[in-house]
C-alpha cells in the first residue's frame, strides 16, 4: 500500500484500458482533491493499493480510514478493487494492513465497516481480516432509487485484534 499523493492515483488509472477516460479521470481528480483536504482535517487516510506482478507493479485499488473521530479513536474503513483485481484476496491483505496500521501504530481502538447487506463479498473480506459481524443497523442508509436499506457492522477493536507479523 502506498499513500495517496496528488497525480499518483490518475496516473494509475490511466494505465488501465478498460476504463472509460473521461469519467474515471474527473472522478479520480475529485478523489484526489478531496483527499489532500480530508487528510489535512484529519478525515481520512487514503492509500493505493498496487500489486506486485510478473511484468511490474500494477494499481489494484484503493482502501482508508475514513469517518475518523480523534476524540473517540474510533475509524470506518473503506475499500474499491478494480474488477480485474478481485478475488484474488488482495482486497483481504489490504484491508488487514490499514487495519494494523490504524490499531497497532495510529492508536485507533475500534475500526468498523458498515455493509449493504447484499455485499457478501465484502462482509466475508472483512471476516477474513479479523473483523467481527456485530449486528445490522436497520433502514440506516437511502439508496439513489429511494429504498431504504439495512447494513451490517463489523469491527475491529484493539482489545481482540492480533498485531500482524511484519
Ligand atoms: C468488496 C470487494 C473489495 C472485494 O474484493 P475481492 O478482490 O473480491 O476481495 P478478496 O479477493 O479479498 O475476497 C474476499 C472474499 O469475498 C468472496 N467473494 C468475492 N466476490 C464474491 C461474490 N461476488 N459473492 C460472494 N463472495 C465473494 C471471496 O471468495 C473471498 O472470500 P473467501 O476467501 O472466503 O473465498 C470488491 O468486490 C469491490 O471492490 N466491490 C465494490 C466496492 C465495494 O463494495 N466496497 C465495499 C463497500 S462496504
Not at 113 to 130: E, F, P
Request: with cysteine.
Amino acid at each position: 500500500m502506498h499513500p495517496l499523493e496528488s497525480g499518483t492515483l490518475i496516473t494509475c488509472l490511466l494505465r488501465f484500458k478498460g476504463f472509460g477516460f473521461v469519467f474515471f479521470l474527473l472522478h479520480a481528480q475529485n478523489f484526489v482533491d478531496r483527499t489532500q483536504e480530508s487528510l489535512e482535517l484529519e478525515r481520512e487516510l487514503p492509500f493505493v493499493i498496487s500489486f506486485d506482478a510478473a511484468d511490474g507493479m500494477r494499481f489494484a485499488g484503493v482502501v482508508s480510514l475514513h469517518t475518523i473521530n480523534t476524540h473517540n479513536h474510533c475509524a470506518e474503513i473503506g475499500y474499491w478493487m478494480h474488477p480485474s483485481m478481485r478475488g484474488q484476496g488482495i482486497a483481504t491483505t489490504a484491508a488487514k494492513m490499514i487495519t494494523n496500521l490504524g490499531i497497532t501504530s495510529i492508536g485507533f481502538r475500534r475500526i468498523e465497516g458498515v455493509v449493504d447487506t447484499d455485499n457478501i463479498a465484502s462482509q466475508k473480506l472483512l471476516i477474513k481480516a479479523g473483523f467481527e459481524r456485530e449486528g445490522v443497523l436497520k433502514k440506516k442508509v437511502t439508496r439513489e432509487d429511494g429504498s431504504q436499506i439495512d447494513m451490517v457492522v463489523l469491527a475491529a477493536t484493539s482489545d481482540t485484534w492480533k498485531e500482524m507479523e511484519s
